[in-house]
Each structure stands twice: as C-alpha cells, then as structure tokens.
C-alpha cells in the first residue's frame, strides 16, 4: 500500500426531495447571487427549475441562468459563462444537470478567478489559485464529478478534451436525489454503467501497486453497477437500484477505492478522449468499446488482476474467459463495444491516432502508448 | 437506500514517514501552540515523541504535554486535560497514540469551549458548539477515530461509558503511518481485529434498511481484516498487511460504509461498554465476547443477511454455521470468546444488568433489550 492523502470535503446530500433545500444550501454559505448552470431546457419542464427557482427565491438568493452545455462540454461555453459570471458578479455557481454541466461548472468557477484564458488551467500553463464556490443538483449519476474535484472540458477548436483538477474546485455541496434520475433514457443508463465501470477498472488493473482491500473496494461497486443496470432495465421506477447505481458512481471516484493505489494511469479514458474529442461520441459509449480492445491488448501486462476480476464478478477463471464475459454483458445492455457501432471506421483510425499523440503527452502515457500500439488496440475494436 | 448526509472534512495522511510533517500540519492552520496528550511513556522510548518534538521545534510550536491517558480513558483525565489546555491557553491539540488517547483529546478539545462541566455534552446536556481543533498520530488501527468526530469515554465515578459526536470533532489532520503500529502486542492486535468487525457488523446486521452495495463494501471490510491479522500474527513486520488492517479500520467507521443504512443500533458496543466500564476489560477483547452470543441470540431476526454473512465472509450456508465459524475464527486469532476469559463469572451477571440499563437509555435501545434479554444474551457468553 503506497503513502497517500485522502482529502474530500464535499458535503453529499443523498436522496429524496433532497433539492428543496438547495436554497438553504446556499444560503448557509453566505449566497446572494448564483450563476445557475444547466443543459437543455428539460428541467423547465420537468419541474425541477421551479423547484430550485422556489427555494432560491425564499432564500432571497438571486440567480443569472447559463443554459444550454451539451454532453462533451466546450470550452466555448465555459469561456461564455466566466463572462457572464463576471458581468452579473456572482458569487457562486449552481449545477443542475449532469457530469457534463457540472464540470462545465467547475471550470466556470475556476476561470473566473484566473485573469488569463482559462484553457492555460487544462494546459498546465498556470496554476488553479482559487474558484468561486461550486453546489450542484445531479441529474445522472456517472462521472463522479459530484464528489471529486476533477473537470473535463474540450477545446472544440483544437480537438483537445482535457482536465483540471485543485482543491479548490471541490463542490461545496452535492445534491444526488436518484428519483431524479428516473427519466434518463436507456441509452444514458448502460453508457453511464461503463463509465462507472472505466473509473473502476483503470487503477484495478494498471497500478503497480493495488492493495487488495481496494480490489474488493472495486469489485463491490463493478459488482453494484452490474446488478442495479440489470434492475433497472427492467423496471426503470425501482428507486432503490437507483440509488444504489448512484452511491456506486460516487464512491468509483471520490478517492476512496484509489487510496494507497500508486503507478497507475487512465489509458480507457486517454483513448476515449479522442473518439468523443473528434466524433462526438457520447463519453460512456466511447468507453464500452475501448475497455474491451483494451483488455485484450494489455491483459498478459497484468495477468493475475485479469484473473481475479473473471473469478470475482464472473465466477470465471481465466483472463480471456473475464474480458469476454465483461463484452459480452455490455452487448447485453446495449453499450456499443465496435467503432463502427459509433459509425467510426478504419478510414478514420490515422486521424484518430494522431489526435491520440497530444492525448497520450497529456496523459503521461506517450511512452508506453505508441501510435502503434494505439494503431493495435484500435484495430481490435473495428 | 435511505436519504444520508455524507460529510467528512479530515485530511487523512497515511503512509510511511507522515508524521515527519505534522509541524508542517499545525502550522498551516496556523498553530502556534498545542496540547500534546499521549498515553505510556512508550512514545518517549521508541522516539516517536523526539521526532512530534522536533517537527513541532522546527516550525516554531511550542507544546504542553499531557501523558497518561489510559485505555478506556476515564473522565478525570480528560477534565485535567481541558484545565491544562486552558491554563496554558493552546490553540489545538495533538494527540499521539491510539483510539483511547485521541477521544480524551476530542474531549478535552469540546470541554474548553464548553463552560460547564464537560459530562454534560455527554449526557445531551448541552450541545457541542465548538471545540480546539485536533490533529492526531495514530500508533493503534481499531477504533476508526481518526476519520469520524466521535469518542467514547468512561465517567468512573458513575460507571457511565458514553460518547459524543459533533461536526466539531473531526480531526483536521490524522497521520496514519501503519510502520508505528509494528511494535502492537499479540494481544491488542487481535483486539483490534475484533473491534473492526465490530464496527462493520452492527449496521450489517441491525438495519431496517441495508443496502446491498453497503454490504459488500463491508463484507470487504471483515475479510481484509480477518486476512491480514493472520498475516501479522505470522510476520509483525509485514508493512502492507499492516497498511491494509489501518485503511479497514478507517473504513468501518468513517461513515462510507453506514451510508444510506437505516435504523441500526450498537448493541454488541452497548453491551461491550458496560463490560469495560465496570470490568476495564480492552474494549475489543469485550466485543470479541459479546459478538457471537449476541449473534445467536440475534440471528432469526435477520436470517438472510445472517446466511450473506456465512456464504460471503465463510463460503459457509446457514447463520449458525456462519456464527460459528467467526467464534472459531476469534478462538483461533486468540481474543476471549468467554467471560469467564475476562474474569467474569455469573456472580457479576447482576451487577452487569444494572449496569445496562442505564446504557440501553443511553443507547435508545431500552425497548429491545430489556433485562431479561440482555440476560439471555450474557449467559451465553459465560
């Protein structure tokens, strides 16, 4: 078990009707003026906004709205939302959407405190010295964004999709009600389960060091996902699955199951990256095409882990016999596991690999990761 | 699953070499002179104390000691520390030792900004509204104090073992090396063992709502606990087992595990702190007795979580088999699974009962455990 700090201050506030006080939230940290993030304008007809709008209200905590981040935020409308942020002075930034508004949110919160561009921050050109406060109401459960202080954003200019991370950008307060949740449509439910399952697997099989207490760790939630995908499937209104696969997303990224891992990197995501980068592909489908090619490709890297993971949440025993296994129950659910299920075919792989250079430079995995190994693992995936 | 509040805001820094830094710790919360408690003089010997003393010398912080804290801290103690700390008029306190000197520490730091007397926040007299900040370095993995705002002290004059709990006392900064921790005797390794699944258990078991994904993250908990005691009894000196026992004890009691887990009680810690407030028998040593006869009193309450148990921690069928196989498992580690292993016999059964009462109010579990029960459940611990 390698040395290691575990620090994470968010306060999570788990389960029903949990958004009512998100007035109360705010206000209890000395709010007046909110920048409100969100995606499309389903939560005006939902009933969500007038929720929040109603508690804000009776707070007496104004808001300035920030509509419209797609899936595979951009740095556009980052860059937009720090000068709105700026013009209307708030002094916080409120989530409610998914991963995608609240990193959105997170880079906002950040910029705004930054007097250069806020793409230096990704870049690594200059240093996150502060933020404006971060709360979110989270409408889908994946990314983990809700208790972690990471956010990916691309630079639809340069094709980049990349992240920050400080110990600033922690949410103050997270709000994950899962009856909020019951509306996501089936597609967004089996990606979100691989992207669970990605954020799971990355340190379980790369790191050189893998305390087993964490393995178990990773395994309770792959184990959850699995079983609350499958309940859920079947009856979208089971609140409990819900609620189980959204606890699953939080603690598959909120430090806990990486504590003590050490030596590890995010090869899945640093491939991924580039597909949603150049295609558009929504992150978690991206994903269930990868972990497999991947697998098959670096297995023998690491083959008692890749044994362990087919005995422990398959009940199998070989490597092969685990990865086939995992491939297979993603064609089950229905998360693509082919490129060209993303409509990506070989005429794209060269474009493809060379976006992966940057990638692999910023992941820190250019050594390993050659064009010709990314050319190899691709390949599996056609 | 159940609505839940996670908030935990200490910094954990675990590993080889941490407590090196806590100079450093102390000094970015700007302290400038602390109250150091401590239990034997054992940290004076081994140099522990030389190495807190020049950390602290280094960045220009003096210190008070308060030494001789023992197991089941007492009182007194803990009155004597609140009238150093406020004679000597320290900023923080530092506690240097296990789960017993860090609770007196928690209380000493609520005691001085409470102005009556520090029994009244005990007894919900009066409520915690502020405390001296706490920084700690462990040398024992038991009772999960380091990364909760709990601690659990004996009033000897009234034979009273209660706790306090308040967003108050967690510590800012727990140094958890597992390397100060290889020179634990036999004995209060195994104790410690006991007192994890201890913690893990009462929720497992005693829920209204349980959710599942909870259980495995608990169920991972007890097996790294059994697995790695086993290795320590072999080899004292294996780092890693060491490193994985003190991530399991921090687990079972930072709240990750008990999250949208509902309507649970403490009764074995119920049953346990009337053990060792009359008898001051080592508090896992105590619950390594309680555990299997409350279990077999227990068990037809909750008959499918009791088979989990058997199937998941013992590749066993049926709860009895189950709790069976955890008495063995304690017999063989060498922790009492006897009162009569504590010196208690059915002479003391009475006073025990007296004992209780008090503790079953305390504990809001007076209605199940009546005197008769709490009987029935002592006299198969005999």
Same mark, same amino acid.
Not at 355 to 365: D, E, P, S, T, V
């Given at each position: 078990?390698?040395?290691?700090?575990?620090?994470?201050?968010?306060?999570?506030?788990?389960? *029903?009707?949990?958004?009512?006080?998100?007035?109360?939230?705010?206000?209890?940290? #000395?709010?007046? *003026?909110?920048?409100?993030?969100? #995606?499309?304008?389903?939560?005006?007809?939902?009933?969500?906004?007038?929720?929040?709008? *109603?508690?804000?209200?009776?707070? /007496?905590?104004?808001?300035?709205?920030?509509?419209?981040?797609?899936?595979?935020?951009?740095?556009?409308?980052?860059?937009?939302?720090?000068?709105?942020?700026?013009?209307?002075?708030?002094?916080?930034?409120?989530?409610?959407? /998914?991963?995608?508004?609240?990193?959105?949110?997170?880079?906002?919160?950040?910029?705004?405190?930054?007097?250069?561009?806020?793409?230096?921050?990704?870049?690594?050109?200059?240093?996150?010295?502060?933020?404006?406060?971060?709360?979110?109401?989270?409408?889908?459960?994946?990314? #983990?964004?809700?208790?972690?202080?990471?956010?990916?954003?691309?630079?639809?200019?340069?094709?980049?999709?990349?992240?920050?991370?400080?110990?600033?950008?922690?949410?103050?307060?997270?709000?994950?009600?899962?009856?909020?949740?019951?509306?996501?449509?089936?597609?967004?439910?089996?990606?979100?389960?691989?992207?669970?399952?990605?954020?799971?697997?990355? /340190?379980?099989?790369?790191?050189?060091?893998?305390? *087993?207490?964490?393995?178990?760790?990773?395994?309770?939630?792959?184990?959850?996902?699995?079983?609350?995908?499958?309940?859920?499937?079947?009856?979208?209104?089971?609140?409990?699955?819900?609620?189980?696969?959204?606890?699953?997303?939080?603690?598959?990224?909120?430090?806990?199951?990486?504590?003590?891992?050490?030596?590890?990197?995010?090869?899945?995501?640093?491939?991924?990256?580039?597909?949603?980068?150049?295609?558009?592909?929504?992150?978690?489908?991206?994903?269930?095409?990868?972990?497999?090619?991947?697998?098959?490709?670096?297995?023998?890297?690491?083959?008692?882990?890749?044994?362990?993971?087919?005995?422990?949440?398959?009940?199998?025993?070989?490597?092969?016999? /685990?990865?086939?296994?995992?491939?297979?129950?993603?064609?089950?659910? #229905?998360?693509?596991?082919?490129?060209?299920?993303?409509?990506?075919?070989?005429?794209?792989?060269?474009?493809?690999?060379?976006?992966?250079?940057?990638?692999?430079?910023?992941?820190?995995?250019?050594?390993?990761?050659?064009?010709?190994?990314?050319?190899?693992?691709?390949?599996?995936?056609?």
């Amino acid at each position: 078990m390698d040395n290691f700090t575990f620090f994470n201050p968010t306060k999570v506030e788990f389960g *029903k009707n949990k958004e009512q006080a998100i007035g109360q939230y705010l206000a209890e940290h #000395g709010i007046k *003026k909110v920048l409100l993030t969100y #995606g499309s304008e389903r939560i005006k007809r939902d009933g969500l906004y007038a929720v929040v709008s *109603k508690s804000l209200g009776d707070k /007496g905590i104004q808001f300035v709205e920030c509509g419209g981040i797609v899936s595979n935020p951009v740095l556009s409308k980052v860059r937009e939302g720090i000068a709105l942020a700026r013009s209307q002075q708030v002094e916080a930034v409120l989530s409610v959407g /998914g991963g995608s508004v609240l990193d959105s949110s997170k880079a906002i919160a950040t910029g705004v405190r930054y007097d250069g561009d806020v793409w230096d921050l990704f870049l690594g050109k200059a240093r996150i010295e502060g933020a404006l406060p971060v709360f979110d109401i989270l409408t889908l459960a994946a990314t #983990g964004s809700e208790m972690n202080s990471g956010a990916v954003v691309t630079n639809e200019a340069t094709r980049e999709k990349f992240a920050i991370q400080s110990v600033h950008t922690f949410p103050k307060v997270s709000i994950v009600n899962p009856a909020l949740m019951r509306t996501i449509s089936r597609d967004y439910l089996v990606y979100s389960a691989a992207d669970i399952i990605a954020h799971s697997i990355e /340190g379980y099989f790369t790191a050189t060091v893998q305390p *087993k207490i964490q393995s178990r760790l990773v395994e309770s939630v792959i184990t959850t996902v699995m079983e609350t995908t499958e309940t859920l499937l079947a009856d979208p209104n089971d609140y409990n699955a819900r609620a189980e696969f959204a606890w699953a997303a939080t603690l598959a990224l909120n430090g806990i199951i990486y504590a003590g891992t050490s030596g590890f990197g995010y090869p899945n995501h640093m491939i991924e990256h580039s597909l949603s980068a150049l295609f558009n592909v929504p992150h978690g489908a991206g994903l269930s095409v990868v972990m497999p090619a991947w697998m098959k490709w670096y297995h023998s890297r690491n083959l008692p882990q890749f044994e362990r993971f087919a005995q422990q949440i398959f009940g199998l025993k070989t490597a092969e016999e /685990g990865i086939a296994a995992l491939e297979q129950w993603f064609d089950k659910i #229905g998360t693509p596991t082919r490129l060209s299920q993303l409509g990506i075919t070989a005429t794209e792989l060269p474009a493809t690999l060379d976006n992966l250079q940057g990638n692999a430079q910023w992941f820190g995995l250019a050594e390993t990761y050659t064009r010709d190994v990314l050319a190899d693992i691709l390949k599996r995936a056609l």
